[in-house]
């Protein structure tokens, strides 16, 4: 069983950057796809950004397209989410999932239930 641990959410600036950090343990987590999500007050949990298992396909919502980046490093056992441009908006708690199983990356990355393992999220603010 993969657990998560996320961290490096914070206070930022309009404009600023930010790193996400998400540790995982457990048999499966360096053959688990990861993904990124998060939730603003008052409003549903969404996709944000993914990286596949099986090739290192990353995804990304529009929203945060060309300015995060998501990426792993194995040795560490962990996956990263790198924000810049950071506009209002991107106020929410973000949480990191993993999913071991096979799926179908290009239609479901951005759907909660394709993921089986959640860590307990970190906040991020900007103002």
């Known amino acids: 069983q993969v657990q998560l641990v996320e961290s490096g959410g914070g206070s930022v600036q309009v404009g600023g950057s930010m790193t996400l950090s998400c540790i995982g343990s457990g048999d499966t987590f360096l053959n688990s796809s990861m993904g990124w999500f998060r939730q603003a007050p008052g409003q549903e949990r969404k996709g944000v950004a993914a990286?596949?298992?099986?090739?290192?396909?990353?995804y990304y919502s529009d929203s945060v397209k060309g300015r995060f980046t998501i990426f792993q490093d194995n040795a560490k056992n962990t996956v990263y989410l790198q924000m810049n441009s950071l506009k209002l908006e991107d106020t929410a708690m973000y949480y990191c999932?993993?999913?071991?199983?096979?799926?179908?990356?290009?239609?479901?990355?951005?759907?909660?239930?394709?993921?089986?393992?959640w860590g307990q999220g970190t906040q991020v603010t900007v103002s």
């Open positions: 990286i596949y298992s099986e090739g290192g396909t990353t």
């Open positions: 999932a993993a999913e071991p199983k096979d799926f179908c990356p290009t239609q479901t990355w951005y759907i909660e239930r394709t993921y089986d393992t």
